[in-house]
């Protein structure tokens, strides 16, 4: 099958949509199908062989973030050169709605087009605003996916559409057995994430670390992720600051590395998380996970039976759940044991499987999903994440 890919955001920019996108593209190609993905690019030479250049991104302010987007006439004639030249089976756009180069391709493709939804809001201002121009993107689109029961009820409150869920995949053969990127005398606890983006909640660990070093004085604080180190060390007591070690930005052979060094990963998110696909990471290198109880995070985890949940923003009780994770080598081993079988279920081959599915019914019908071919759609599906003991369930689109 000939599957052309949109991606939203700048390539070269770390986000969980574009680390899907690429493990999606990846995984596809190692079974056979042939795969273009268009995205924005600051640098075109960080493009893997498979992605085109669809212009230079802009930050924009979307979803509770800064995402850097492309949009205007220079990009809309990059993507309807792409896919005419593309010729393509079927067209799959991630995040279909955000101002980018995805509402770009389903104006323009006249084939079967299937769309990811990866956002979760409760309310948003664009969504309501843009309404009918959002109508005009949907009614190209033949299936819609959603990788959370959360992201789906974006698409179902403020649209009245509905979506297949399929959860994000990983390759759990990058993570499990990689050597890790650095070594201590004491316990590592880890964080990864854009340490400028409020909602990721580094300013909750920060606040919970001196009590983490006061139970465990040799403990280190890694960070890894884009940010300033001056910035995040402004409200950093003096002696706590010879424990904290920053990374920076790491390409995703040592974020694997990296998070394989952990003896406990910390998400310390406060809202805006539709997923978690870094827990998924964490677990699959081996690292018990200790992360805010967003209900996506407690979907990821189990309800908690694979990780240790704490209440969002609370500093004190993070600090309380990490020390007990420390203090108890047997706990730690459960949760990595725990952890590896619970990823199983999101290895790409798994998910690739379903996406599969959802392009052969589309180009079946070459057109939107038929009533009855949609249920059928979700009845397999269903059937299949059943028998994988997957516990999440949604709707058909």
Known sequence: MNIGIVCPYAWDAPGGVQ???????????????QVSVLTPVEDPSTLPAYAVDGGRPRAVPYNGSVARLTLGVKATARVRRWIREGGFDVLHVHEPLAPSLGGLAC?????PIVATVHSSVERSRVLVTGYYLAQTVLE???AVIAVSEHARRTIVDHLGGDAVLIPNGIRIDHFAGVEP?????????GFLGRMDEPRKGLAVLLEAFPDILARHPEATLLLMGPGDVADVLADVADRCRDSIVFLGRVDEHDKARGLA????????????ESFGIILLEAMAAGAPVVASDLDAFSRVLDGGRCGVLFPVGDAQALAAAVNSVLDRPEERQRLTEAGSRRVMVYDWSRVAADLIDVYASVTAGQGPVREDLRGQLVGRLASRRRGQGELESGSGP
């Not at 680390?19 to 199908?33: C, F, I, K, S």
């Not at 650095?182 to 606890?189: A, C, D, K, N, S």
């Open 181 to 189: 990127l650095v070594t201590r005398q004491g316990p590592i606890v």
């Open 19 to 33: 680390a899907h996108v690429r493990d999606q593209a990846e995984t596809l190609m190692d079974l056979g199908h």
């Open 261 to 272: 060094a952990m003896d406990v990963y910390v998400a310390p998110n406060t809202g805006g």
């Open 140 to 142: 190209k689109i033949s």
């Open 107 to 111: 104006w323009a493709a006249r084939g």
